[in-house]
Structure formats: C-alpha cells, structure tokens
C-alpha cells in the first residue's frame, strides 16, 4: 500500500487498485501524502485519491482543477474493439467528487453541464450523471433534465441503438435518483420496461422498484 500511494504521486496505474483493494489501510497513508505533497500535480492526485475513498479533504483542490478546464475529449461506447481509458481526465475529476459526495460541487458541475452539447461523447454524459447521482443533491435535477432532453435516444417506434439507450438511462436514473423534474426521469425509465433486450429492462425495473 505505501509504494502504491506514493507512485501516485506522479500518476495513476495499475498499482493504485492497491488503495482500492485496502481503503482503511490507504486513507491514512493518502491524507499524510496530500499534506506533503510537492508539487501541484502531486496535490490533485492524491486529492482524487481523497475524493475517491470518499474523503472530503481533496474536494477543493479538484474542484479548482475542473472549474478552470475546458471540457476535453471524451470516450464513445461502442460495444466491440475498445482499448484502452473509457473515460477522459476531466471525466476522471468529475466522477472523483461524486464519490466525495460533498454537495459544493453542485454548482460548478451545473455550469460545465449547460456547455455539454448535443453532439459530446458518451463518458461525459456518464461522468457527469454518476456524479450528481452519487451527490444526490436535488439541485442537479434541472441539469440532468436539460441533458437527458438534450438528445432524445428514441426516434419514433424505432429501438434506439445501445450506445444512446445507454446514455439515456443513466441520464434518467441520476434524475430520478436527484427528485426528478415533472416526472420526465420516471417516464424515460419507463419505457424501458419493455425493452427486448433484457439487460436494460431489467435495470430501469430495478431502479423504478427503488424509488
């Protein structure tokens, strides 16, 4: 675990599943690493780190770094013959102060939202939902509304394809998980019930059955 903590000082790899796999073991180890942190690089990674064992103390160092980056390039789901990162940097802040689940990264989330485009990739749309959800603060809900009507996945009688189906569900279930907005989070959800393909049935019951 100490060697793991500290390659992280320069960068996330393989050996960071360490602190994972022993968070109670890690945390200590990480929170005297931020303290002594060197450098401003060295600062944001092991603030993530913080933010990633749900430890708030990294929060407003991340939450510095995203408010002044522009949003980068992102990762498509595609479903066969992907490699490498399903998620970009920016992704990978994002999602960290989901898991610190501290509610003043609200409104810089809300803000980078409204510059989400129709046309972004699909990580975006996932980092940013995973985030609020895991927040769960009800001031989200009208961004995640804007986002999940931003491009609606079906067209008609016609099955969406899986990427934007995908990106349609864990749109509506952060919604419904963050108060809703008139009901449109429940009534996405709902029409997948139905759905041939059962995997997405079978996720949008389970999250309807828990609200």
């Excluded at 992907?82 to 102060?97: E, P």
């Excluded at 969406?160 to 449109?184: F, K, N, S, W, Y």
């Amino acid at each position: 675990v100490h060697k793991a903590v500290e390659a992280a000082a320069t960068g996330f790899s393989y050996r960071t599943a360490v602190v994972f796999a022993q968070p109670d073991d890690a945390l200590p180890l990480v929170k005297t690493a931020f303290d002594r942190a060197e450098t401003p690089q060295a600062k944001l990674n092991y603030a993530q780190l913080l933010c990633l064992l749900g430890d708030k103390g990294g929060v407003d160092v991340v939450l510095a770094a995203v408010e002044k980056e522009p949003w980068d390039k992102g990762w498509n789901f595609k479903g066969m013959g992907q490699f490498g990162a399903s998620m970009s940097k920016l992704d990978a802040k994002i999602l960290a102060l989901g898991y610190a689940k501290d509610a003043k990264a609200v409104p810089a989330l809300v803000k980078m939202a409204a510059d989400v485009k129709a046309d972004a990739e699909f990580s975006h749309f996932r980092a940013l939902a995973r985030a609020f959800e895991l927040i769960g603060d009800k001031a989200a809900a009208p961004a995640l509304a804007r986002l999940l009507t931003l491009k609606p996945a079906a067209k008609g009688d016609k099955l969406p394809d899986r990427a934007e189906a995908l990106r349609e569900i864990t749109l509506a279930r952060a919604l419904v998980r963050c108060g809703d907005v008139d009901g449109l989070g429940k009534a996405t959800l709902e029409r997948y019930l139905n759905d041939p393909r059962g995997h997405f049935a079978r996720h949008a019951h389970a999250v309807l059955q828990a609200t």
